[in-house]
Structures are given as C-alpha cells and as structure tokens.
C-alpha cells in the first residue's frame, strides 16, 4: 500500500544501549547515545539477569526512562531491552460497524457504561438465586410496599435507628420479662425526673411530701466549759456548741434541736440564746423572747437563788427550734449557742461544786440540726 509522507515502520527492532545496574529502580533509556522513547512498556522485551521481565508488572516505561518495580543493586545485569517497531494505529471505526460478536466475552465493564443508565424501555430478567442482590440499595431505591410475607426471620439488630409511631394497642402481651435495658426517665412520665422526686400513679414526677428528713448533723459536747459573766450585757459563744449544715433541697426548713447541762454560782442569772449564720454572712439572734424594757432576750433562763450559798445540782433544758432560712443550695448555716448573766460565773456539763466525787458526775450537751423538706 502506498503512504503520502514517510511510510511507518513496522517490525523496528532496536536493541537499546547497554545499561550498567546500580542501587535504583529508574534507568535512561538510550538509542545510540540519544534519548529514545519507546512507544509503551509492552512494546519492550527486557532481559535482567537472564530472565525476560513481565512488563507493566516488573516494569514500565515513562517517556525515556524505565522504571522497575524493585530497586536493583550493582550485583544486577540488565542483559538487552529490545523495543519493537510502532504499530499501526487502526484509525476511527466507523459507525454501526462492530456487531456484538466483534465484542469478547465478560469484556464490558462498568466504567465503559454512563453513569446513569435508563432501562425503563427494557426488561431485565434476573435469575431465580442472585448472590448479593439488594447490596448498596438505597430506601429511595425501594418504592412501593414489602408484603409482610416477604419479611422472615427480622433480628433485632435490623431494628435500628427511630421507629415509627405505634399505638400502645398493638403492644398486647408484652410481659416485663420482654423489657430489657433501662426505660428513661422522660418516657416514663411527665416533669423532672431526680433523686429528690417520685412518680406518681398520674404518671408525674413531684417532690416527697413535706416532713420529709433529709440528713440530720448533729455535735456533741462531752468536756466542760465555763464562763464569768458581769452586768447582763453581754454574750459568749459557748465553746463547741455550734453545728454546720448545708441544704440539699430548696426551700427545706432546719430543725435545731437543743440540750444543755449547766449551772451557776448562788445569786446567779443565766441566759442562753440561739444565733444563725448564713454563709459566712454574720450572726443572727433567732429564737428569742420578745423584746420587753431592759430585759435579756433568750432561749433559757437560769437563776439560783439559794441565800448565797452555792447550788450543786446541773439543771437540764432542752428546746427546739424549727428554722426557715432564706438560703441557696451551696450555703452553709451555722447555728451556735451564747450564754450572758448577772455577776458571777456559769458553767457546762458540770455542778458548780466540782469535787471529784460520784455525787457530781459529767454529762454532756448537744446541739442537732435536721433538714426537713419542705
């Protein structure tokens, strides 16, 4: 056949340059000292080591130069390359001029096919056992109804995510054997579930009812203590009896619960008073008589009149205070106990004759509050 122009050249032989291997994979491919680019890797025949090399796999070519897929060392021979001649470019096929015969079996794969394939026009029949059917399909996918006869054996697994809404009528015989897991809290009724709160036979969540004891804190004096008192003026603390408490619940009142042993000199007066604190906010007097002249305001009242001689015997007062604070959840209340009088001195879980004998013993005093919630 007759070429206009230069006649291609098929069956070309060239045997390439000799190449001396080193430590690398890539190698110049040379014609005669010029740089040569054969046409592809499969139009190459390499020897190394005495064994022809597979292309694409042990090799490939880029422009003029092959790369191996191993690096090589110096102790390697590349033995010949050898490149065949250009083939023949077979052109443009025309139109309608490959018949399905023309195509090799199991050839067609997908990326040969758009990416949206419209099969509306045509019938599909699919085996009666297709391995893998329904992989990857989407719910969008999935129009129309599943009959019920269609679903066996569903595992629980399959029943993930949000379900839709049933009626409570179609849970018939569902046992508490059937229930497992915990239920939360917001299913189970309506309000705040906590460990403050109960749900009720209506289905709602509510505080315990008022009177509830929520902790109790209480300090106990076991030493004695004493205290020279002038005038009736004034107030002292009454060493260790003072107790702390912080509430647990809101709007909770605190029971303060109160019993001294104490005594005096003969021609004594003695007072005791309660006072609250309020996070460190200052003391308070509560729990008093009312105001009335020069009188002492207080909770107790001691006086010994025994011609001026001393009284012996402990007198035991007890009292109760039912508290209500204004108060937040972090804040700290502390009730404490002052004493005042008249000329002379008062003393705690003692007689005022304090001989060492079995006739005057020890006792002790306490001092107790309890939260109650409202």
Same mark, same amino acid.
């Given at each position: 056949?007759?070429?206009?122009?230069?006649?291609?050249?098929?069956?070309?032989?060239?045997?390439?340059?000799?190449?001396?291997?080193?430590?690398?994979?890539?190698?110049?491919? =040379?014609?005669?000292?010029?740089?040569?680019?054969?046409?592809?890797?499969?139009?190459?025949?390499?020897?190394?080591?005495?064994?022809?090399?597979?292309?694409?796999?042990?090799?490939?070519?880029?422009?003029?130069?092959?790369?191996?897929?191993?690096?090589?060392?110096?102790?390697?021979?590349?033995?010949?390359?050898?490149?065949?001649?250009?083939?023949?470019?077979?052109?443009?096929?025309?139109?309608?001029?490959?018949?399905?015969?023309?195509?090799?079996?199991?050839?067609?794969?997908?990326?040969?096919?758009?990416?949206?394939?419209?099969?509306?026009?045509?019938?599909?029949?699919?085996?009666?056992?297709?391995?893998?059917?329904?992989?990857?399909?989407?719910?969008?996918?999935?129009?129309?109804?599943?009959?019920?006869?269609?679903? &066996?054996?569903?595992?629980?697994?399959?029943?993930?995510?949000?379900?839709?809404?049933?009626?409570?009528?179609?849970?018939?015989?569902?046992?508490?054997?059937?229930?497992?897991?915990?239920?939360?809290?917001?299913?189970?009724?309506?309000?705040?579930?906590?460990?403050?709160?109960?749900?009720?036979?209506?289905?709602?969540?509510?505080?315990?009812?008022?009177?509830?004891?929520?902790?109790?804190?209480?300090?106990?004096?076991?030493?004695?203590?004493?205290?020279?008192?002038?005038?009736?003026?004034?107030?002292?603390?009454?060493?260790?009896?003072?107790?702390?408490?912080?509430?647990?619940?809101?709007?909770?009142?605190?029971?303060?619960?109160?019993?001294?042993?104490?005594?005096?000199?003969?021609?004594?007066?003695?007072?005791?008073?309660?006072?609250?604190?309020?996070?460190?906010?200052?003391?308070?007097?509560?729990?008093?008589?009312?105001?009335?002249?020069?009188?002492?305001?207080?909770?107790?009242?001691?006086?010994?009149?025994?011609?001026? &001689?001393?009284?012996?015997?402990?007198?035991?007062?007890?009292?109760?205070?039912?508290?209500?604070?204004?108060?937040? =959840?972090?804040?700290?209340?502390?009730?404490?106990?002052?004493?005042?009088?008249?000329?002379?001195? =008062?003393?705690?879980?003692?007689?005022?004759?304090?001989?060492?004998?079995?006739?005057?013993?020890?006792?002790?005093?306490?001092?107790?509050?309890?939260?109650?919630?409202?």
């Amino acid at each position: 056949m007759a070429y206009i122009g230069k006649q291609p050249l098929v069956g070309n032989f060239i045997k390439l340059d000799a190449i001396t291997a080193s430590a690398t994979d890539t190698y110049n491919l =040379l014609n005669d000292s010029v740089a040569y680019t054969p046409q592809s890797a499969m139009n190459c025949i390499v020897s190394l080591n005495g064994v022809i090399q597979a292309p694409i796999t042990a090799y490939t070519i880029s422009g003029s130069t092959i790369v191996f897929s191993e690096t090589l060392s110096a102790s390697d021979t590349i033995d010949f390359i050898i490149v065949l001649g250009d083939v023949l470019d077979v052109g443009t096929v025309s139109d309608d001029t490959i018949s399905t015969a023309k195509i090799k079996d199991l050839n067609v794969t997908a990326g040969k096919l758009a990416a949206t394939q419209d099969l509306s026009t045509k019938t599909i029949t699919l085996p009666a056992s297709v391995s893998g059917l329904g992989t990857g399909i989407t719910n969008a996918q999935l129009a129309g109804s599943i009959a019920d006869a269609k679903i &066996t054996g569903l595992s629980s697994s399959k029943l993930s995510g949000a379900l839709p809404a049933i009626s409570g009528a179609s849970l018939t015989g569902l046992t508490a054997g059937n229930i497992t897991g915990t239920i939360p809290t917001a299913n189970l009724g309506s309000g705040t579930a906590s460990s403050s709160t109960f749900l009720r036979g209506d289905q709602t969540y509510a505080e315990a009812g008022g009177g509830k004891v929520l902790q109790i804190v209480q300090t106990v004096k076991t030493d004695t203590t004493s205290q020279a008192v002038s005038g009736g003026a004034s107030w002292y603390d009454i060493t260790g009896m003072s107790v702390a408490i912080t509430p647990t619940a809101a709007s909770s009142k605190i029971l303060v619960m109160i019993a001294v042993q104490y005594s005096g000199q003969a021609q004594e007066g003695g007072t005791i008073q309660l006072q609250r604190d309020i996070e460190s906010a200052g003391y308070t007097d509560i729990f008093r008589g009312d105001a009335s002249g020069s009188r002492q305001r207080g909770m107790f009242n001691l006086f010994i009149d025994n011609d001026g &001689t001393s009284v012996e015997t402990q007198i035991n007062l007890a009292q109760q205070c039912l508290d209500s604070p204004s108060y937040t =959840l972090t804040d700290v209340l502390t009730y404490k106990l002052q004493w005042g009088g008249q000329d002379g001195t =008062l003393y705690l879980n003692r007689d005022n004759n304090y001989t060492n004998s079995a006739n005057f013993p020890m006792t002790i005093s306490t001092i107790t509050a309890i939260e109650i919630g409202a």
